[in-house]
């Protein structure tokens, strides 16, 4: 089956939550809030903008529900936020989320150190955290972390990720993230895994996030592109990681894809001088450089006067 790239792609930006996760300098509150309206300025509109985690597990969030409430009554914005359980699920409907995300690991040994559960423990959650949303306008959504290789267990099979997919789908949950949360997909696996999906669960839209640990994370964006994948998250400037896996580093950066994705005449609605500007505020709000390279460098055709270039001598 052979796919063409989409004319169009819907970009979830994820700075504000996975991005920011694992910073170890608490981020002011109205630092984030500054951090997403600059987002919003570059033509941004979906967002995964906080988690409704434990305090004590991830301290950077302890603020939710005051970010969500600077947003929430804009109806331009689709805005999502990771739900870990029953409580995070109650929480993050009152603080005014268009949708909540539900996780799990497509192995067993991310899963229990990520979240300190088996698998089928986390769907009994999850089967929960789906009643509470009934009735409520929210939507849930599932994510799928180490769908393509585990930092404990090397290899994950595709019949494990499929097996998550469908007990997703079997929860009314029909919008699915695959994560490369530690930076090992490659395009082969990221071909197989699409494709592995789409003819086990049809019905359900996939949507792709990378990191960058391997320098990999936009050439298998581009493989997504290429079967046909028109979602994909990313987190301005290249921040975040995975706070529970050895080694992790980034997610790739927004301005970076949306890069590659003007320069492939792919439209993604986002300005990307401003979206730039938006990157180096995250670095003066983290205080330290970050790995987004269109940043620094500049759109591809950018041009400089002669005179800002030393002359070669001989």
Wanted: aromatic share 6%; hydrophobic share 40%; net charge negative.
């Amino acid at each position: 089956m052979s796919f063409r790239c989409p004319e169009h792609v819907e970009t979830t930006e994820v700075g504000p939550r996975d991005g920011l996760q694992s910073e170890p300098v608490f981020v002011p509150t109205a630092k984030k809030i500054e951090l997403a309206e600059a987002l919003i300025a570059s033509g941004l509109r979906h967002f995964e903008m906080t988690s409704f985690v434990s305090p004590r597990a991830v301290p950077q969030m302890r603020d939710a529900a005051e970010v969500m409430a600077a947003f929430r009554d804009r109806p331009d914005l689709w805005l999502t936020a990771l739900v870990p359980n029953a409580k995070g699920a109650e929480r993050s409907i009152e603080a005014g989320v268009d949708a909540m995300v539900v996780f799990m690991s497509a192995s067993e040994s991310h899963n229990l150190k990520n979240v300190n559960q088996t698998r089928q423990h986390s769907l009994q959650g999850f089967r929960q955290i789906a009643d509470i949303a009934q009735g409520t306008g929210v939507v849930v959504q599932g994510s799928i972390a180490t769908a393509f290789g585990c930092p404990f267990e090397g290899e994950v099979p595709v019949a494990d990720v499929v097996e998550v997919a469908k007990a997703y789908r079997d929860l009314g949950i029909t919008r699915i993230t695959l994560g490369d949360t530690t930076g090992v997909a490659t395009p082969p696996l990221v071909a197989e895994r699409c494709r592995a999906l789409r003819e086990a669960v049809p019905d359900i839209d996939i949507s792709l996030h990378f990191h960058n640990t391997r320098g990999v994370g936009l050439v298998c964006a581009y493989a997504g592109l290429l079967n046909g994948i028109s979602r994909f998250e990313s987190s301005v400037g290249g921040l975040g990681g995975c706070p529970f896996v050895p080694r992790a580093t980034g997610n790739i950066s927004t301005e970076d894809f949306v890069y590659m994705l003007d320069e492939c005449g792919i439209g993604s609605g986002v300005d990307l001088p401003k979206l730039c500007d938006a990157a180096k505020l995250a670095e003066r709000i983290v205080g330290r450089a970050l790995p987004g390279q269109v940043m620094k460098a500049g759109p591809r055709l950018r041009t400089y006067p002669m005179d800002a270039a030393r002359t070669a001598n001989g």
